[in-house]
Every structure is written in C-alpha cells, then in structure tokens.
C-alpha cells in the first residue's frame, strides 16, 4: 500500500473558468477573475490532500465481471478532507453564491489533478511489477454496486488510512470531495499513460471533458480559412 500527501499545487485556472462556463471575452470575466485569485489562497489553505493504492488478489475483492479476466485489483482512495467542503457550505449559507459555486469547482478541479497524480504513481509502481491496467471502475458506475466502496475503504481503514472518510447508509462518501475506485490489473493487460480518456468515457456531462481542438469551415471558404477552436469559443473573436 502506498499512501501520498505531498500533491504537487497544480490548480488549472483555464479549466476552471471554462467549468464555469466564462470565457475571457465574457462580461463576467473580471468579477470572476477577481474571486478567484480570493479563493486560490483559501484553497490552499483548507485543502488536506491524501490519497492511496493497494494492489491486493483479486481473490480478496468482491465478485466483479468486469474484472474477472484479471489476477489483481488496484484500490484506491483520494480526498481533499473536510475542512474545504464546510467552507463551500459557508459561503451557500452567507449567500456568497457566486463564491461558493467557484470555490467548488476550484475543489473538483484539484481533487482531478490530485487523481492524475495518484494515476502516475501507481502506473509507475504497475510497470515496476510487469502488470497493465483496465479503465478506472468507480462503484456505483457500469454495474459495479456501490456498496464495493465499503470494501475498499475498510481494507485502507484496517492499515491506518483514510481514517476521516465515512460512507452513509447510502453509501454516499463524506467528505464530499472524496473519491473511491479501483482498477482490474493482470500482466496480459496494457498499461495506459493517461488515466482520463474522454474519447470514449460515457460521462456526457463531465465539466472537465477535454475540449479538444475543433475546425470550422465557414461556409464558401476555402479549406486554407479553417478556424481551429474549442468547443463553446465564441466565433466573432476570429
Ligand atoms: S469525460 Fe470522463 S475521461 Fe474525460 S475528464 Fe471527465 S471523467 Fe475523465
């Protein structure tokens, strides 16, 4: 099992706004910009970031089909701890909504990063060992019961982490910006570099789907006039 608390401070403005649906022309910008550069410091401040994995024999996980092919399971469990998730309650309270609603996505923004790099060292510790990894199965997701997140979190809990995350009755997490999930591993399986590929997840309404590069034609141009763009960019700038 390895446990990491050092994340690397990586908070992706441009991300951020564009979760938040406010592209620098907007008239919205500057009040935004302005909030931000309140938050980021707060963030720092309140965010407490653990996180780990666990290789253990598939032997030991609950039945899954969709890993059944494999001899491993990697475990893993990610949080910001509580402290930031009461502040964004705070500001809802005091009816900072502009505030609240940024200083929320700034959070799922980070515990995002926080997942890459998570991602990053246990596929470096992966490779190390000779095996591969599947697409990253999250409970409650694709079949798989949500009730597995217990299973998961009692096996960090029994070595002494992730001590402050709780599962209701309803197996929802808290603190709220948490995240538990696991991969099916086995030597046969490839190893990809990148745990996020929007191409094919079917997450239709992730905020962070990456916007890629779109070409415009405009009409009776010629194919030299192609606007390259990302999705939502307003058009008139070019
Ligand atoms: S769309 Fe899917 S793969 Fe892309 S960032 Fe969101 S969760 Fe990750």
């Known amino acids: 099992m390895k446990i990491i608390s050092n994340f690397l401070w990586n908070l992706q403005k441009d991300r951020v706004f564009r979760a938040m649906d406010c592209r620098e022309e907007g008239t919205a910008y500057d009040v935004l910009y302005a909030a931000y550069i309140k938050l980021e410091p707060i963030l720092k401040e309140l965010v407490e970031g653990e996180g780990g994995y666990y290789f253990i024999e598939k032997s030991k996980f609950p039945p899954i089909e969709k890993i059944d092919h494999c ?3 990697a475990c893993c469990f990610l949080t910001l701890g509580p402290k930031i998730t009461d502040e964004i309650s705070k500001l809802f309270h005091q009816g900072d909504y502009l505030e609240g609603m940024l200083l929320d996505v700034m959070a799922d923004e980070l515990i995002f990063n926080f997942s890459n790099q998570l991602y990053s060292h246990l596929s470096n510790e992966a490779r190390a060992l000779g095996l591969g990894l599947t697409e990253r199965i999250e409970p409650g997701e694709k079949d798989v019961p949500l009730k597995v997140q217990k299973a998961i979190l009692t096996l960090f809990q029994a070595e002494g982490a ?5 599962l209701t009755e309803a197996y929802m997490l808290k603190p709220v910006k948490s995240m538990i999930y696991f991969y099916g591993s086995s030597k046969e399986l490839p190893l990809s570099e990148t745990d996020h590929s929007c191409k094919d997840c079917d997450k ?12 415009v034609e405009p009409s009776g141009e010629k194919k030299s006039n192609l606007l390259k763009s990302v999705k939502g960019d307003n058009l008139n700038r070019y």
Do not use: I, P
């Open 71 to 73: 001899s491993k399971v």
């Open 162 to 166: 992730a001590l402050h995350l709780t």
């Open 204 to 215: 239709a309404a992730c905020k962070f789907r990456d916007a890629g590069k779109l070409s």
